[in-house]
């Protein structure tokens, strides 16, 4: 999170951390950090973020999801724990650790045709992936073995990998050109 | 690694260092079995510690303890979704690659467990698992990342439910990190000196204050309230050992703990998650203790 703020303050952008829905009510755009999914859909929850979130993504909220956050945007889990949510957004099925344990977790440069032609050096870390989007979704990337890592749908987009770590700011412009449209 | 390289790469500083970036603002539990392994994942715990006994029984029942059983950790990792760590005896570079082979998520290289070697720590570069070690200070904290730690956690006195060494630790490490930024680069030479730390990693705390790898404090936390003080005391994360099943009713106690770490600088939902949990571990205070029962003087 400290990660997405800093790169969202550079942009020139005011970061806030929301955990209640007075919080959310004030902000133009949301960005879903890495974590664990099951912890963030507990949280949410409890503390009564989860449904004005989903209602605020059905009504066209810029969000950019990484890692944990691409989870909670996944219509579908394929392996979610028992009783475990998601926001919804993208009409998509997730599949949680789908590398396997941390010892598997990865750095690689991925062709992202839509940001052109300089790939992006994409950090996974214990990392989902998408395994099945709508033919409504766009694919903005998918590795050499076409496993999809980067999808689009409206104003919400969702990535397998951490772009925050290393220093990657084309998705958060990306969203940020969302959230300028929307504002108008 | 090059711009155009489309290799895969493994086990980097980055993605080492990644995870526990992921595991910030969150709590992390001590379990001895699956069962209390889903306990702590239902309650919303980042991650589970496990072990074969807890810090509070290794401390009760005396004797070397040691790596816990392959059978048990594999056990509990097949249970959760969420991370899984597994503690190694200090300097005992064979357990940890036991570890690795189990495909642990993060290896604790613990003075919980008893030390199997009293000079050096494990080499944690040779590793592509990442590891997490104990710090009391500042120029120890150091010395673990120069070794290769991708985490820090501060010690405490674990097994204890006291939780002023805890206090102690992470106060030490997060105001000698605030005295290093008020220093001139020449006075950096003799600071470096004094923590017995590498002179690079002094003079990158001196500009960015603030440690290169996540920090969390272990060791005696044992209430909601605890666990939120090491947060206002600048803690990214909280474990917590003995305090969650060695109480009258872990779930609850779990949950309170995870609920009082998210919302550490919110007076009322931590007044919320305190009430009704039922007793708390039973507890030894750290001065009662004679100093070779003193876990956090294991380590250097």
Redesign the interface.
Known sequence: ???HAALLGELNVDVLSV?NERELSIIDGLVIP???S??ID??SR?FGVAEPLSAAIRAGLPVLGT??GLIMLARELS?G?SGQRTFGGLDVTVQ??AF??????????LDVPVLGS??V?A????APIVTRAAADVTVLSQL?DRRIVAVEQGNVMGLSF?PE??GERRFHERFLERVRTRLG | ?T??????????G???R??A??????VIMDVVTPEQARIA?DA????VMALERVPADIRAQGGVARMSDPDLIEAI?SE????VMAKARIGHFVEAQLL?AL????VDESEVLSPADYVNHIDKWNF???FVCGATNLGEALRRINEGAAMIRSKGEAGTGDVSEATKHIRAITSEIRALTALSKDELYVAAKELQAPFALVEEIAETGKLPVVLFTAGGVATPADAAMMMQLGADGVFVGSGIFKSGNPAQRAAAI??AT??YDDPSVITEASRGLGEAMVGINVGDLPAPHRLSERGW
């Open positions: 999170m400290r990660e955990r890495g974590g664990e099951s912890v507990k949280l409890l890692c944990a392996d724990i949680r650790n396997g344990s941390q010892t598997e977790s990865f750095e690689t440069d300089t790939p050096h950090v996974f870390i214990r050499d951490h770590m290393s | 690694m711009e155009t390289s489309t290799q895969n790469q493994v086990g980097t980055r993605v080492k990644g995870l970036e992921m595991l910030k603002g969150g994942e919303g715990a980042v991650a990792i959760v979704s969420i991370p690795e495909d642990v998520d993060y592509t698992v990442p995870v609920k998210t919302f």
